[in-house]
Protein backbone atom coordinates (compact mmCIF):
# COMPACT_ATOMS: atom_id res chain seq x y z
CA UNK A 1 0.00 0.00 0.00
CA UNK A 2 1.10 3.51 -0.87
CA UNK A 3 2.32 5.97 1.37
CA UNK A 4 0.39 9.33 1.35
CA UNK A 5 2.30 12.30 1.51
CA UNK A 6 2.32 15.86 0.91
CA UNK A 7 4.82 17.98 -0.69
CA UNK A 8 5.97 22.06 -0.26
CA UNK A 9 9.12 22.77 -2.11
CA UNK A 10 9.20 26.19 -2.93
CA UNK A 11 10.50 28.13 -6.34
CA UNK A 12 12.92 25.38 -6.86
CA UNK A 13 14.62 24.28 -10.86
CA UNK A 14 14.34 20.78 -9.34
CA UNK A 15 10.80 20.78 -7.92
CA UNK A 16 8.98 19.13 -10.55
CA UNK A 17 11.44 16.36 -11.49
CA UNK A 18 11.78 15.30 -7.61
CA UNK A 19 7.81 14.98 -7.25
CA UNK A 20 7.41 12.63 -10.70
CA UNK A 21 10.29 10.72 -8.84
CA UNK A 22 8.58 10.17 -5.61
CA UNK A 23 5.06 9.51 -7.46
CA UNK A 24 7.38 6.37 -9.65
CA UNK A 25 4.78 3.46 -9.22
CA UNK A 26 7.88 1.81 -7.75
CA UNK A 27 8.24 4.24 -4.71
CA UNK A 28 5.04 2.90 -2.98
CA UNK A 29 4.88 7.07 -2.30
CA UNK A 30 1.39 8.37 -2.89
CA UNK A 31 1.75 12.55 -3.50
CA UNK A 32 -1.70 13.37 -2.27
CA UNK A 33 -1.32 17.16 -2.82
CA UNK A 34 1.58 19.47 -4.41
CA UNK A 35 0.78 22.30 -1.80
CA UNK A 36 1.34 25.63 -3.55
CA UNK A 37 2.35 27.33 0.21
CA UNK A 38 2.57 27.02 3.64
CA UNK A 39 -1.41 27.82 4.11
CA UNK A 40 -2.28 24.65 2.02
CA UNK A 41 0.38 22.84 3.57
CA UNK A 42 -1.41 23.28 7.29
CA UNK A 43 -5.28 23.23 5.36
CA UNK A 44 -3.83 20.01 3.70
CA UNK A 45 -2.90 18.67 6.61
CA UNK A 46 -5.52 19.33 9.24
CA UNK A 47 -7.56 17.15 6.65
CA UNK A 48 -5.98 13.77 7.31
CA UNK A 49 -5.28 12.81 3.93
CA UNK A 50 -1.46 12.30 4.55
CA UNK A 51 1.60 10.89 7.14
CA UNK A 52 4.42 12.32 5.96
CA UNK A 53 5.10 16.16 4.66
CA UNK A 54 7.67 16.46 2.70
CA UNK A 55 8.50 20.62 3.20
CA UNK A 56 11.55 22.34 1.71
CA UNK A 57 13.82 24.60 3.79
CA UNK A 58 13.52 27.63 1.36
CA UNK A 59 9.50 27.50 1.08
CA UNK A 60 8.32 31.20 1.74
CA UNK A 61 6.59 31.78 5.21
CA UNK A 62 7.82 28.64 6.53
CA UNK A 63 8.66 28.95 9.95
CA UNK A 64 8.52 26.90 13.31
CA UNK A 65 5.27 27.61 13.91
CA UNK A 66 4.16 26.40 10.56
CA UNK A 67 6.18 22.73 11.21
CA UNK A 68 4.73 22.71 14.53
CA UNK A 69 0.72 22.93 13.63
CA UNK A 70 1.51 19.99 10.71
CA UNK A 71 3.22 18.22 13.01
CA UNK A 72 0.02 18.51 15.57
CA UNK A 73 -2.21 17.57 13.21
CA UNK A 74 -0.31 14.02 13.24
CA UNK A 75 1.94 14.45 9.84
CA UNK A 76 5.32 13.80 10.42
CA UNK A 77 7.76 16.01 8.33
CA UNK A 78 10.54 14.76 6.67
CA UNK A 79 13.00 17.97 5.32
CA UNK A 80 15.03 19.03 2.12
CA UNK A 81 18.10 20.96 2.56
CA UNK A 82 20.92 22.48 0.29
CA UNK A 83 23.54 19.95 -0.06
CA UNK A 84 26.10 22.01 2.49
CA UNK A 85 23.17 23.53 4.34
CA UNK A 86 24.19 22.80 8.05
CA UNK A 87 22.37 25.60 9.42
CA UNK A 88 19.21 24.83 7.75
CA UNK A 89 19.36 21.32 9.00
CA UNK A 90 19.72 22.50 12.51
CA UNK A 91 16.94 24.76 11.92
CA UNK A 92 14.74 22.24 10.75
CA UNK A 93 15.53 19.63 13.28
CA UNK A 94 14.90 22.22 15.98
CA UNK A 95 11.69 23.08 14.07
CA UNK A 96 10.67 19.15 14.55
CA UNK A 97 11.58 17.55 11.33
CA UNK A 98 12.01 13.84 11.73
CA UNK A 99 14.42 13.37 8.95
CA UNK A 100 16.53 15.51 6.67
CA UNK A 101 17.38 14.85 3.22
CA UNK A 102 20.23 16.99 1.42
CA UNK A 103 19.85 17.74 -2.45
CA UNK A 104 22.35 16.44 -4.63
CA UNK A 105 22.58 18.79 -7.45
CA UNK A 106 24.47 16.57 -9.56
CA UNK A 107 22.38 13.30 -9.14
CA UNK A 108 18.73 14.12 -8.46
CA UNK A 109 17.62 10.66 -8.67
CA UNK A 110 19.80 9.80 -5.48
CA UNK A 111 18.07 12.63 -3.81
CA UNK A 112 14.24 11.10 -4.67
CA UNK A 113 15.63 7.66 -3.54
CA UNK A 114 17.17 9.25 -0.20
CA UNK A 115 13.37 11.03 0.31
CA UNK A 116 12.02 7.79 -0.42
CA UNK A 117 13.39 5.72 1.96
CA UNK A 118 12.91 8.36 4.45
CA UNK A 119 9.43 8.38 4.25
CA UNK A 120 9.19 4.67 4.25
CA UNK A 121 11.46 4.68 7.68
CA UNK A 122 9.73 7.31 9.24
CA UNK A 123 6.48 5.22 8.86
CA UNK A 124 7.67 2.28 9.90
CA UNK A 125 9.33 4.08 12.83
CA UNK A 126 5.78 6.42 13.79
CA UNK A 127 4.46 2.79 13.51
CA UNK A 128 6.38 0.79 16.03
CA UNK A 129 6.50 3.86 18.30
CA UNK A 130 2.35 3.59 18.33
CA UNK A 131 2.24 0.19 20.06
CA UNK A 132 5.21 1.08 22.62
CA UNK A 133 3.73 2.50 26.27
CA UNK A 134 2.61 6.02 26.12
CA UNK A 135 2.58 6.52 29.09
CA UNK A 136 6.64 6.85 28.86
CA UNK A 137 6.22 10.22 27.30
CA UNK A 138 5.58 13.35 29.40
CA UNK A 139 1.97 14.93 28.31
CA UNK A 140 2.24 18.33 26.82
CA UNK A 141 5.83 18.15 25.65
CA UNK A 142 7.36 19.00 29.11
CA UNK A 143 10.48 17.45 30.25
CA UNK A 144 11.16 14.79 31.64
CA UNK A 145 14.17 15.55 33.86
CA UNK A 146 14.09 15.58 37.34
CA UNK A 147 16.45 18.69 37.08
CA UNK A 148 14.09 21.21 34.65
CA UNK A 149 13.07 24.63 36.46
CA UNK A 150 9.14 24.56 37.88
CA UNK A 151 6.90 26.75 36.07
CA UNK A 152 4.87 29.08 38.49
CA UNK A 153 1.73 30.36 36.03
CA UNK A 154 0.03 33.04 37.65
CA UNK A 155 -3.80 33.36 36.22
CA UNK A 156 -6.56 34.66 37.45
CA UNK A 157 -10.17 35.86 35.87
CA UNK A 158 -10.43 39.42 34.65
CA UNK A 159 -11.20 42.58 36.61
CA UNK A 160 -7.76 43.04 37.31
CA UNK A 161 -7.40 40.67 40.59
CA UNK A 162 -3.90 41.38 40.85
CA UNK A 163 -2.57 38.89 38.79
CA UNK A 164 0.76 41.10 37.96
CA UNK A 165 1.84 42.21 41.73
CA UNK A 166 1.70 38.37 43.08
CA UNK A 167 3.59 37.38 40.24
CA UNK A 168 6.27 39.83 40.77
CA UNK A 169 6.14 38.98 44.21
CA UNK A 170 6.79 35.57 43.92
CA UNK A 171 9.14 35.76 41.72
CA UNK A 172 11.35 38.79 43.62
CA UNK A 173 10.85 36.17 47.16
CA UNK A 174 12.13 33.50 44.92
CA UNK A 175 15.02 35.16 44.40
CA UNK A 176 15.49 36.55 47.61
CA UNK A 177 15.48 32.97 48.91
CA UNK A 178 18.19 32.01 46.60
CA UNK A 179 16.65 30.55 43.42
CA UNK A 180 17.67 31.82 40.09
CA UNK A 181 14.47 33.34 38.86
CA UNK A 182 12.93 33.81 35.19
CA UNK A 183 9.99 35.93 35.60
CA UNK A 184 7.90 36.27 32.07
CA UNK A 185 5.24 38.48 31.29
CA UNK A 186 3.01 36.52 28.78
CA UNK A 187 0.07 38.44 29.00
CA UNK A 188 -1.05 39.49 25.20
CA UNK A 189 -3.90 41.42 26.31
CA UNK A 190 -2.57 44.01 28.76
CA UNK A 191 1.39 43.62 29.33
CA UNK A 192 2.29 45.42 32.35
CA UNK A 193 5.52 43.73 33.85
CA UNK A 194 7.87 46.38 32.28
CA UNK A 195 5.77 49.34 33.26
CA UNK A 196 5.62 48.17 37.13
CA UNK A 197 9.21 47.53 37.38
CA UNK A 198 10.59 50.98 35.69
CA UNK A 199 11.73 49.13 33.08
CA UNK A 200 11.98 50.71 29.39
CA UNK A 201 10.26 48.83 26.49
CA UNK A 202 12.97 48.52 24.23
CA UNK A 203 11.07 45.76 22.14
CA UNK A 204 13.57 43.17 23.06
CA UNK A 205 11.06 41.26 25.12
CA UNK A 206 8.72 37.97 24.42
CA UNK A 207 8.13 39.48 21.03
CA UNK A 208 11.91 39.30 20.19
CA UNK A 209 11.96 36.12 22.02
CA UNK A 210 8.97 34.19 19.77
CA UNK A 211 10.65 35.78 16.50
CA UNK A 212 13.91 34.18 17.53
CA UNK A 213 11.94 30.84 18.15
CA UNK A 214 10.53 30.70 14.99
CA UNK A 215 13.49 31.19 13.16
CA UNK A 216 15.21 29.01 14.62
CA UNK A 217 17.75 31.02 16.16
CA UNK A 218 16.56 31.31 19.97
CA UNK A 219 19.82 29.64 21.35
CA UNK A 220 20.66 30.01 25.36
CA UNK A 221 22.83 32.78 24.50
CA UNK A 222 20.45 34.91 22.33
CA UNK A 223 17.70 34.34 25.02
CA UNK A 224 19.64 35.54 27.76
CA UNK A 225 20.53 38.75 25.91
CA UNK A 226 17.15 39.29 25.85
CA UNK A 227 16.30 39.14 29.50
CA UNK A 228 16.57 42.24 31.87
CA UNK A 229 18.14 41.62 35.20
CA UNK A 230 16.38 43.17 38.23
CA UNK A 231 18.67 41.61 40.54
CA UNK A 232 21.59 38.97 40.82
CA UNK A 233 19.21 36.37 40.75
CA UNK A 234 15.96 37.30 38.57
CA UNK A 235 15.40 38.19 35.13
CA UNK A 236 12.92 39.63 33.19
CA UNK A 237 11.40 38.57 29.64
CA UNK A 238 9.28 41.47 29.50
CA UNK A 239 5.92 41.83 27.53
CA UNK A 240 4.87 42.74 23.75
CA UNK A 241 4.81 46.12 24.78
CA UNK A 242 1.66 46.69 22.44
CA UNK A 243 -1.09 43.97 22.62
CA UNK A 244 -1.58 43.90 19.06
CA UNK A 245 1.78 42.36 18.72
CA UNK A 246 0.18 39.53 20.03
CA UNK A 247 0.06 37.51 16.59
CA UNK A 248 3.96 37.21 16.70
CA UNK A 249 3.37 34.96 20.04
CA UNK A 250 2.61 31.56 18.57
CA UNK A 251 2.15 28.20 19.91
CA UNK A 252 5.37 26.69 19.26
CA UNK A 253 7.42 29.90 19.77
CA UNK A 254 6.06 30.56 23.46
CA UNK A 255 6.70 26.54 24.52
CA UNK A 256 10.33 27.28 22.91
CA UNK A 257 10.56 30.32 25.54
CA UNK A 258 9.83 28.47 28.42
CA UNK A 259 11.79 25.68 27.56
CA UNK A 260 14.82 27.88 27.29
CA UNK A 261 13.88 29.34 30.76
CA UNK A 262 13.93 26.31 32.19
CA UNK A 263 17.01 25.53 31.25
CA UNK A 264 18.87 28.30 32.43
CA UNK A 265 17.25 29.04 36.09
CA UNK A 266 15.74 27.27 39.32
CA UNK A 267 11.79 28.99 38.45
CA UNK A 268 10.02 30.32 36.14
CA UNK A 269 7.25 32.31 36.74
CA UNK A 270 5.21 33.77 34.16
CA UNK A 271 2.11 36.10 34.58
CA UNK A 272 -0.14 35.30 31.50
CA UNK A 273 -3.77 36.85 30.77
CA UNK A 274 -6.55 35.97 31.74
CA UNK A 275 -8.71 34.85 29.03
CA UNK A 276 -9.38 30.83 28.30
CA UNK A 277 -11.07 31.44 24.71
CA UNK A 278 -10.63 29.83 21.97
CA UNK A 279 -13.31 30.74 19.32
CA UNK A 280 -10.52 30.84 16.64
CA UNK A 281 -12.18 28.32 14.73
CA UNK A 282 -15.58 29.33 14.82
CA UNK A 283 -14.25 32.07 12.88
CA UNK A 284 -11.87 30.81 10.73
CA UNK A 285 -11.90 28.43 7.87
CA UNK A 286 -8.49 27.12 8.55
CA UNK A 287 -6.02 27.39 11.50
CA UNK A 288 -5.80 30.74 12.88
CA UNK A 289 -3.44 32.88 15.31
CA UNK A 290 -4.95 32.38 18.53
CA UNK A 291 -4.74 35.43 20.85
CA UNK A 292 -4.75 32.98 24.12
CA UNK A 293 -1.97 30.61 22.60
CA UNK A 294 0.54 32.02 25.90
CA UNK A 295 -1.75 31.78 28.39
CA UNK A 296 -2.84 27.75 27.58
CA UNK A 297 1.13 27.12 26.67
CA UNK A 298 1.57 27.98 30.02
CA UNK A 299 -1.03 26.61 31.94
CA UNK A 300 -0.11 23.27 30.23
CA UNK A 301 3.36 23.69 31.10
CA UNK A 302 2.94 24.58 34.48
CA UNK A 303 3.89 22.61 37.21
CA UNK A 304 1.97 25.36 39.74
CA UNK A 305 -1.05 27.40 38.94
CA UNK A 306 -1.52 30.31 41.36
CA UNK A 307 -5.06 31.29 40.63
CA UNK A 308 -5.84 34.99 41.44
CA UNK A 309 -8.66 36.53 42.83
CA UNK A 310 -10.16 40.05 44.56
CA UNK A 311 -11.23 39.52 47.85
CA UNK A 312 -14.68 41.06 47.67
CA UNK A 313 -18.18 40.13 46.33
CA UNK A 314 -17.55 40.55 42.34
CA UNK A 315 -13.80 39.33 41.98
CA UNK A 316 -15.17 36.36 44.46
CA UNK A 317 -18.06 35.13 41.83
CA UNK A 318 -15.62 35.70 39.10
CA UNK A 319 -13.03 33.61 41.22
CA UNK A 320 -15.57 30.93 41.60
CA UNK A 321 -16.45 30.94 38.22
CA UNK A 322 -12.54 30.95 36.58
CA UNK A 323 -12.00 27.80 39.05
CA UNK A 324 -14.89 26.03 37.05
CA UNK A 325 -13.54 27.51 33.80
CA UNK A 326 -9.74 26.48 34.69
CA UNK A 327 -10.78 22.85 35.55
CA UNK A 328 -12.26 21.91 32.18
CA UNK A 329 -8.72 22.50 30.50
CA UNK A 330 -7.85 19.20 32.54
CA UNK A 331 -4.18 20.47 33.65
CA UNK A 332 -1.40 18.68 35.39
CA UNK A 333 -0.23 21.21 37.15
CA UNK A 334 -0.83 22.25 41.16
CA UNK A 335 -3.48 24.67 41.98
CA UNK A 336 -3.19 27.13 44.48
CA UNK A 337 -5.61 29.92 45.04
CA UNK A 338 -4.85 33.25 46.14
CA UNK A 339 -7.42 35.87 47.32
CA UNK A 340 -5.85 39.56 47.06
CA UNK A 341 -6.58 42.48 48.87
CA UNK A 342 -8.32 41.55 51.80
CA UNK A 343 -9.51 44.05 54.27
CA UNK A 344 -11.85 44.43 56.73
CA UNK A 345 -13.78 47.24 55.21
CA UNK A 346 -15.06 44.90 52.72
CA UNK A 347 -15.19 41.13 54.26
CA UNK A 348 -15.85 42.79 58.10
CA UNK A 349 -13.71 42.11 61.47
CA UNK A 350 -12.06 38.44 60.09
CA UNK A 351 -11.73 39.46 56.31
CA UNK A 352 -9.33 35.96 55.80
CA UNK A 353 -12.57 33.41 57.16
CA UNK A 354 -15.32 35.12 55.18
CA UNK A 355 -12.97 34.40 51.99
CA UNK A 356 -12.03 30.99 53.56
CA UNK A 357 -16.00 30.36 53.71
CA UNK A 358 -17.34 31.43 50.44
CA UNK A 359 -14.75 29.60 48.55
CA UNK A 360 -15.20 26.72 50.85
CA UNK A 361 -19.67 26.74 50.18
CA UNK A 362 -18.89 27.74 46.28
CA UNK A 363 -15.69 26.07 45.04
CA UNK A 364 -15.36 23.12 47.35
CA UNK A 365 -12.04 24.77 48.28
CA UNK A 366 -10.42 23.53 51.71
CA UNK A 367 -7.56 26.42 51.43
CA UNK A 368 -6.83 29.57 50.35
CA UNK A 369 -4.19 32.10 50.44
CA UNK A 370 -4.97 35.10 51.49
CA UNK A 371 -2.86 38.56 50.77
CA UNK A 372 -4.04 41.36 53.07
CA UNK A 373 -4.47 44.91 51.42
CA UNK A 374 -1.73 47.26 51.13
CA UNK A 375 -2.45 49.71 48.57
CA UNK A 376 0.24 52.60 49.81
CA UNK A 377 2.80 50.03 49.93
CA UNK A 378 1.85 49.08 45.86
CA UNK A 379 1.18 52.75 45.16
CA UNK A 380 4.55 53.54 46.71
CA UNK A 381 6.07 50.66 44.39
CA UNK A 382 4.25 51.25 41.10
CA UNK A 383 5.48 55.10 41.74
CA UNK A 384 8.52 54.15 41.90
CA UNK A 385 9.31 51.17 39.41
CA UNK A 386 10.16 48.65 42.55
CA UNK A 387 9.11 45.49 44.18
CA UNK A 388 7.09 45.69 47.26
CA UNK A 389 10.07 43.96 49.07
CA UNK A 390 12.38 46.90 47.97
CA UNK A 391 9.79 49.59 49.03
CA UNK A 392 7.89 48.17 52.07
CA UNK A 393 9.99 45.33 53.48
CA UNK A 394 7.39 45.06 56.48
CA UNK A 395 4.47 45.33 54.30
CA UNK A 396 1.69 42.58 55.11
CA UNK A 397 1.37 41.63 51.96
CA UNK A 398 4.97 41.31 51.10
CA UNK A 399 5.16 38.98 54.52
CA UNK A 400 1.88 37.04 53.07
CA UNK A 401 3.53 36.19 49.60
CA UNK A 402 7.44 35.80 51.09
CA UNK A 403 5.49 32.57 53.18
CA UNK A 404 3.75 31.74 49.92
CA UNK A 405 6.81 31.56 48.11
CA UNK A 406 8.15 29.69 50.50
CA UNK A 407 5.50 26.93 50.84
CA UNK A 408 5.75 26.76 47.07
CA UNK A 409 9.23 26.14 46.87
CA UNK A 410 8.83 22.90 48.71
CA UNK A 411 5.94 21.11 46.84
CA UNK A 412 4.92 18.90 50.15
CA UNK A 413 4.36 21.73 51.95
CA UNK A 414 2.13 24.06 49.53
CA UNK A 415 -1.86 24.18 49.80
CA UNK A 416 -3.50 22.39 46.70
CA UNK A 417 -6.76 23.05 45.49
CA UNK A 418 -8.84 19.28 46.05
CA UNK A 419 -9.72 17.76 42.91
Given amino acids: MSIPVLVLLGPTSWEGSFVAGLAHPASRVDVVRRCVDTADLLAAADTGVA ?87 PRNGTSSSQDAASVFVVWGPAGSPGRSSVAIGLADEMSRAGRDTVLIDADTWAPSLALALGLAEDG ?22 ILRPLNDRLRVLTGIGRSGRWTEVRRSAMLAVIARARAICDAVVIDCGFSLESDEELVFDTAAPRRNASTFVSLEQATDIVVVGLADPIGLVRLVNGLSDLGELELEGRRHVVANRVRESMLGRRPNDAVADVLHRHAGLSSVWCIPDDSPGYDKAIREGCTLAEIAPDSPARSAIRSMADALSVPERALQLPA
Avoid: K
Fill in 51 to 137: SVAIVGVDAPRLDGDVLARVIDSGVSVIAVTSRDDESAVDRMVAWGAEDVVAVNDRDLGQTVTAAIAAVHRLTLRTSTAAVQDLDST
Fill in 204 to 225: AGLASACRRALSGSLDERSFES
